[in-house]
């Protein structure tokens, strides 16, 4: 691997609960619900791949295994955003997406 080449990988917490439209906290927490998503990801109203939908399968599973913190591709976070895009509301899809620009903006300066 080229020590000069930057990855393209990215640690993300997810390990966080949703905020309702003015702004409190819930109980559902984040990473929780992108793993049930991603494991249901792929019926008949959303066609995926089978290779989609194995790679949303596996990131559900470190969801889970990482207790709602991943190393995650850029490719994994095109993903998530594409499933809760058709899933979720816009509030959560939002919040979601927030999440995963913060970590691509620091990654990008550097941090």
């Known amino acids: 691997m080229d020590k000069n080449k930057?990855?393209?990988?990215?640690?993300?917490?997810?390990n966080q609960t949703v905020k309702d439209f003015k702004g409190n906290s819930t109980d559902i927490v984040i990473s929780d619900k992108l793993a049930e998503l991603l494991f249901?990801?792929?019926n008949s109203d959303f066609h995926m791949t089978r290779e989609e939908k194995w790679r949303?399968?596996?990131?559900s599973q470190k969801l889970i295994a990482g207790d709602g913190t991943i190393d995650m591709e850029v490719e994994d976070a095109t993903m998530i955003k594409e499933v809760c895009a058709q899933c979720l509301a816009a509030g959560v899809f939002g919040q979601i997406c927030d999440i995963i620009e913060?970590?691509?903006q620091r990654e990008k300066k550097g941090e």
Do not use: D, H, L, W
């Not at 949303?56 to 990131?59: D, E, F, G, N, S």
């Open 102 to 104: 913060e970590v691509e």
């Open 40 to 42: 249901f990801a792929g």
């Open 6 to 14: 930057k990855s393209t990988s990215m640690k993300v917490n997810f």
């Open 56 to 59: 949303a399968y596996k990131i």
